[in-house]
């Protein structure tokens, strides 16, 4: 039986495959979203906190995060 495996952190190449960027501009953009949200460098940041900074509604990027 297979299970579906759902994630809750977002990296840096999910987001390099959302939004089309090099890996170093995705490290830049994620580095951003943590200043904005006043995360330590060591919290990682969720899917759903990504979604909200960017505007992209999860049901759109679902499909691309890596699983």
């Known amino acids: ?3 579906n ?3 809750v952190c977002i990296y840096p190449k999910d987001i390099q495959r959302i939004t089309g960027k090099s890996y170093r501009q ?3 953009l994620m580095h951003k979203i943590r200043q ?3 995360k ?3 919290e990682f940041l969720t899917i759903d906190e990504f979604c ?3 505007g992209i ?3 759109q990027l679902a499909h691309l995060i890596i699983g």
């Open 5 to 7: 495996i759902i994630r």
């Open 26 to 28: 995705s490290t830049r």
């Open 57 to 59: 509604k999860y049901e």
């Open 40 to 42: 330590q460098p060591n």
């Open 52 to 54: 909200m900074y960017s």
């Open 36 to 38: 904005y949200l006043r």
């Open 1 to 3: 039986m297979e299970k």
